[in-house]
């Protein structure tokens, strides 16, 4: 029973405890959370929760909980794009106050509740793409969402429509309506919305059956002031009708985004433009198939200002020739080009036009035809070989065509006087001449990707703007005095260029270089540089660069790219470091000032052991200890080979005493003692050092004459080195004048505790207390026998 109730609390335990939440700590330092594509199954706790950004897409979570966004109330961004959510909890947003940006597209949501959003007052954008509600209606859904700006709604499943659906919103910037397969709207639901700028409605089902519906749709979105964009539509010309409410309601802006329609179906909707109120007519990403029929008429617009065509595909453009027009395209665009003021046809195979055409273009201030076909032998004709076409053009966007010369490329312009701005951009020129022949006018040149190895003075000298971006430029000295932003990255460039010749430069884009690195001087030399690019990991992190980039260089420029993407190459230690984080070493930083200081205070620790070695006597305590060595190495004397009964150790200056009074006393005893001195009985040519030694093992006593001057004399201090370890035994101390222990070197220690215990003669001043010395000695030398 005990058991089974323990099994059961701990069961009970198990069942209760929460769920620990995965984590997420993929935050940058300004509070932005990368957490896409990790599998979760539900929302992760967040390493901080001062999070502002919070980007969960392309998860697997299923439910959003009340709790699951509690703490992050700062949040201002969250998006849930890619998941699996099903449902959302009533309360499950409600401290997100602050939250601007909400994205829940493409889940899995079978309904809406206006309690997600009734404390969203503050949501800029909200999508709701791609999920599988029905219906969409509720009076209050978005009623507290009075900033709203940009609201993406609809889906495949997407049936049914109700009038107040869209109560709130004052003026929205952008309004998406996805409804393929509606079945029912109730006329004025979008009407609910006071002002939108740009609608994109996707509605090609109610197109195919229900011309009422969307005839219905097309009146409540049709304003002068909105942009009208119908997207992804695959029409008949029976299926036109509901267009024609659009130019009724006087609609100026008009696009149709992938479109697939045969020529004559886009005949007739031409047609029905006929004196309506555009401006601006455009097709994006959209086919034509069948056969073009060059005796189209095309209707009268007398407000036209722009005609926008990209990505346009026709089936059978080849069957134009060249010398009429290098695309069925530009027949519409003919029609209308005297009083066009831009003109837009990008990759859409476009790649002549002949100069007669140009010609007609007298009012056009805008042209791209970017990403087409034409070439060196094509643009000549098209601009008249640079006599007086294109006037007024002010921008000409010729990028990711067929160029190689640049030289003919640059005379073409001569005539402009209005060109400001100039893109040739993706074109293959690798080399540039020495002259060139610009308009005066000309202000924006974009050189990037044009696999320029160099440059020459044939750059416009007008110039505010250049970009050579991505080329494989190594340096870049040409003078260009009004230049105030220069592109330069993705070359191979090593250093900034001289900042002397542009003294007006004020940005700087120099970024994916094989830099070394930049110093103080050379950013200065810019004169008015503001704010420079140059981040790659390629820099050399020295110490004088490191100093200047996190101490210096924010004083002077501010960094567009963020200090996190300057990454340093080398020291290999460093590699892969940012440069904000490279720490370096005193020696590394300042070698010669650090080898200086190591060698000042090796020196001192020197000096410093030398004096205390002389005051320790540390030389003499090695001495010593090498004395003693030999000492104990020398073989001991046998007892045949004492022939001395005293080695007498005394200092040259009282050689007078030992001379007069003690060699005399002794040796002229009965029966005399043989007394050992160095100056009588070493042996001349030998080592004085061996001599010492040899005397010694050959006497019975070792007498020390202890006197002032043997304190201070050196050999006297040898011998009594190397008789120090049996001075107990062997050693006989004889004073002859009192030494205060002060005088007595410390390293005597053995000589100090024999004078402290007594154990010595000491010759006595009065002459009747000679004898009794005498008498001492003589039987101390007899003890030795």
């Given at each position: ?16 405890s929460p769920?620990?939440?995965p ?34 897409s ?13 703490e ?15 449902s ?22 079978n ?48 049936a049914s429509?109700?009038?107040?659906s ?9 309004f ?5 397969n ?24 109610p197109?195919?059956i ?6 219905d ?35 100026k ?44 008429e ?7 200002r ?9 089936e ?9 027009c ?19 046809i ?6 002549a036009?002949?100069c ?36 007024n ?12 010369s ?30 060139c ?5 000309l ?9 320029l ?27 260009i ?5 220069l ?12 900042g ?26 810019f004169?008015g ?45 460093l ?7 490279a ?12 080898f200086?200081a190591?060698c ?5 620790v ?7 070695c ?12 090498w ?25 040259e ?7 007069e ?7 002229g ?11 009588r ?8 050092a ?24 050196d ?38 505790k ?28 007899h003890?030795?026998?």
């Amino acid at each position: 029973m005990f058991v089974l109730l323990t099994l059961l609390t701990l069961s009970w335990g198990w069942c209760v405890s929460p769920h620990p939440r995965p984590k997420c700590d993929r935050c940058n330092e300004n509070f932005v959370c990368d957490c896409t594509s990790l599998n979760l199954q539900e929302v992760p706790a967040i390493s901080t929760t001062s999070v502002i950004s919070l980007d969960l897409s392309f998860n697997e979570i299923k439910t959003i909980g009340q709790d699951d966004f509690f703490e992050y109330s700062n949040l201002h961004v969250l998006i849930l794009r890619g998941n699996m959510i099903s449902s959302i909890a009533e309360q499950g947003f409600l401290t997100l106050r602050k939250l601007e940006v909400l994205d829940l597209s493409d889940n899995q949501l079978n309904g809406l509740s206006e309690m997600w959003f009734k404390s969203l007052s503050s949501l800029h954008h909200l999508n709701l793409l791609g999920n599988e509600y029905k219906t969409f209606g509720g009076k209050t859904l978005f009623r507290s969402m009075t900033q709203l700006s940009t609201l993406m709604v609809g889906n495949g499943f997407l049936a049914s429509v109700s009038k107040d659906s869209f109560i709130g919103p004052n003026h929205l910037q952008s309004f998406v309506f996805h409804g393929s397969n509606l079945q029912n709207y109730q006329p004025g639901s979008f009407s609910q919305i006071n002002s939108i700028d740009e609608v994109t409605v996707s509605i090609n089902g109610p197109f195919q059956i229900n011309t009422s519906l969307t005839t219905d749709i097309l009146r409540d979105l049709s304003r002068p002031e909105t942009k009208i964009i119908l997207s992804d539509l695959r029409i008949s010309w029976q299926q036109l009708k509901p267009f024609q409410v659009i130019f009724q309601k006087g609609v100026k802006n008009f696009l149709l985004r992938n479109l697939s329609c045969n020529m004559d179906t886009i005949g007739e909707l031409f047609a029905m433009t006929h004196m309506s109120e555009l401006t601006s007519i455009g097709l994006e990403d959209s086919e034509f198939n069948g056969e073009p029929t060059l005796s189209m008429e095309f209707p009268e617009l007398p407000h036209i200002r722009e005609i926008y065509i990209k990505n346009v595909k026709i089936e059978k453009f080849y069957i134009f020739p060249a010398l009429i027009c290098g695309n069925f395209l530009c027949l519409p665009v003919l029609r209308f080009a005297s009083q066009l003021k831009r003109l837009i046809i990008i990759d859409s195979n476009y790649f002549a036009m002949p100069c007669f055409q140009s010609l007609l273009f007298i009012s056009l201030e805008y042209l791209d035809i970017s990403r087409n076909q034409f070439s060196d032998l094509t643009v000549p004709e098209a601009f008249c070989h640079g006599q007086w076409t294109f006037l007024n053009l002010v921008t000409f966007n010729v990028s990711s065509n067929y160029l190689k010369s640049f030289d003919t490329l640059s005379h073409l312009f001569r005539g402009m006087e209005k060109l400001a701005a100039l893109d040739v951009s993706l074109n293959v020129f690798r080399t540039m001449p020495l002259i060139c022949v610009w308009p005066l006018s000309l202000r924006y040149l974009n050189l990037s990707s044009c696999q320029l190895r160099g440059v020459t003075s044939c750059l416009p000298q007008t110039l505010h703007i250049l970009d050579l971006s991505y080329n494989d430029l190594m340096v870049f000295n040409q003078s260009i005095s009004d230049l105030t932003e220069l592109h330069l990255s993705g070359n191979r460039f090593k250093t900034l260029p001289e900042g002397k010749l542009f003294d007006r430069l004020e940005v700087l884009y120099i970024k994916s270089n094989p830099f070394i690195s930049f110093s103080q001087n050379q950013i200065r030399n810019f004169g008015g540089l503001g704010i420079l690019e140059a981040g790659t990991d390629t820099y050399v992190c020295s110490c004088e660069f490191v100093n200047f980039f996190n101490h210096e260089l924010g004083h002077l420029v501010s960094l567009k790219d963020g200090r996190q993407a300057y990454i340093c190459s080398s020291p290999f230690a460093l590699r892969g470091t940012k440069v904000s984080d490279a720490q370096l070493s005193v020696f590394e930083c300042h070698a010669a000032l650090a080898f200086s200081a190591l060698c000042v205070f090796v020196l001192v620790v020197v000096i410093g052991a030398m004096v205390m070695c002389h005051k320790l006597h540390m030389i003499w305590y090695v001495r010593m200890t090498w004395a003693w060595l030999q000492a104990k190495r020398r073989p001991v004397a046998r007892k045949d080979q004492v022939c001395y009964d005293a080695f007498v150790s005394y200092s040259e200056s009282d050689s007078e005493w030992v001379e007069e009074l003690l060699v005399p006393e002794l040796e002229g005893a009965q029966p005399p003692f043989r007394l050992c001195l160095h100056k009588r009985d070493f042996l001349p040519g030998g080592w004085i050092a061996d001599s010492i030694m040899a005397a010694m093992e050959k006497s019975h006593k070792i007498l020390f004459i202890v006197t002032q001057h043997f304190v201070q004399s050196d050999w006297c201090r040898l011998e009594l080195e190397y008789s120090h370890f049996r001075l107990f035994d062997a050693g006989i101390l004889i004073l002859l004048e009192p030494i205060p222990d002060s005088t007595i070197p410390k390293r005597f220690c053995k000589l100090r505790k024999v004078m402290n215990s007594r154990t010595y003669l000491e010759w006595p001043e009065e002459g009747n207390e000679r004898s009794r010395f005498w008498q001492s000695l003589k039987d101390t030398l007899h003890m030795a026998e």
